[in-house]
Each structure stands twice: as structure tokens, then as C-alpha cells.
């Protein structure tokens, strides 16, 4: 075993950021305590690392198992999936008014672009967490199928089936309860569908 696998210092300095953004995605305001746990976990069984995957994928491994135990613990709590940084850098507009910041086009923009996200992640939100892991894995973490195969314990032809599905299912849920327009700088854009009782 090389001797990198073994510093426990280095491993949490190169994983603690990717990590936490990871488990926020997953479990919500909930990340910090779940990374901590991952990290105990992490700490305790590093000195028994094999290399038999790669030391990312046995982290993401442990996260995700970690992750998912929460989840079941902690149910009916619902978990957030962010799909961006809200451009506002987390203010929402009466901070943003109180801090002195502009107001007008760019602020409208910004607001705008906090509701979008809101919206899909909340529709992501509503994905089956077998689907919303996979995407989370592959297109936020930037995962390879094999990868994700070895993080979830799953065939590698489970992952290609359920990103498919998770991808299909997610374009059907935008369709269904999402307006998408071109704005005037011909930058794309959505409003909420309203349904009628």
C-alpha cells in the first residue's frame, strides 16, 4: 500500500470539499454532520485499505452508503439537490437589498435564476433516490459508469440503465411542470407551469 493511502491528513484536505458539496446534494442541510460521520469512518478503516478500487471510488463508496443510512434514519426529511450556485452567492433578494447591492436588470436576473434552480431542484428533489445518486455521481461529481458501478456496489449495466431511466424521467418532469422560453439575451429560461384544480 502506498504510503499516501495512509495519511489520513491529506486524504481529508483532498476530499473534504468534493465531499461535503457530495452529501449536500444528498442529504441537505444535514451534509455537515453526515460528512463528519464519513470521515470517523473513513479515518477508522484507511490503515485497512486495499487499493482493490481506487481511493476516490472507495471514499464516494463510503459516502454514499453513509449517506443513504441517513436517509432511511432520518425519513420523511427530504433531501436538496442543487443544480448551480445561486448566482446571488446565496443571498436571497432582501439580503442582497439590505447589502447595498443594485438593483434593476441584474438583480432581476438573479432572482430569476434562484427560482429556476429552485424549481429543478426540487423536481430533482422528487426523483427516486436510486436515479437522483446516479445523476448526482455522474453529472455532478463527474463520475465514469464504472465508477459509479464500484461507488453503489451495483453492475456496471445497472448504472447505464438507471442513468438512462433517471435522465428520461427527469426530462419528463421538466416537460410536464416547466415552461422553457429564450430569454432577450437568447439565454434559456423556465417558468413554472401552473395547474389548474
Known amino acids: 500500500m502506498e504510503a499516501e493511502f495512509k495519511d489520513f491528513d491529506g486524504v481529508y484536505r483532498e476530499f473534504f470539499p468534493r465531499l461535503s458539496l457530495y452529501l449536500k446534494r444528498l442529504v441537505g442541510q444535514d451534509a455537515e454532520d453526515v460528512t463528519q460521520e464519513v470521515f470517523l469512518k473513513v479515518s477508522a478503516a484507511l490503515p485497512g485499505f486495499r487499493g482493490e478500487s481506487t481511493l476516490p471510488t472507495w471514499i464516494y463508496r ?28 446565496g443571498q436571497d433578494s432582501e439580503d442582497a437589498t439590505e447589502a447595498g447591492l443594485e438593483e434593476g ?48 456496489g451495483i453492475s456496471l449495466d445497472t ?31 423556465c417558468d413554472r407551469k401552473v395547474i389548474l384544480l
Do not use: W
Open 62 to 89: 463510503i459516502a454514499t452508503n453513509t449517506a443513504m443510512d441517513h436517509l432511511r434514519r432520518a425519513r420523511p426529511v427530504r433531501t436538496v439537490l442543487e443544480i448551480n450556485e445561486i448566482a446571488s452567492g
Open 105 to 152: 436588470p441584474a438583480l432581476d436576473t438573479k432572482l430569476i435564476r434562484k427560482e429556476m434552480n429552485e424549481c429543478i431542484s426540487s423536481i430533482v428533489d422528487g426523483l427516486p433516490e436510486n436515479y437522483r445518486t446516479v445523476l448526482v455521481l455522474s453529472e455532478m461529481e463527474g463520475l465514469q459508469n464504472a465508477e459509479i458501478a464500484q461507488v453503489l
Open 159 to 189: 448504472v447505464k440503465i438507471r442513468l438512462h431511466r433517471a435522465r428520461a424521467r427527469l426530462r419528463k418532469e421538466l416537460e410536464a411542470n416547466c415552461n422553457f422560453y429564450r430569454d432577450e439575451r437568447n439565454e434559456l429560461a
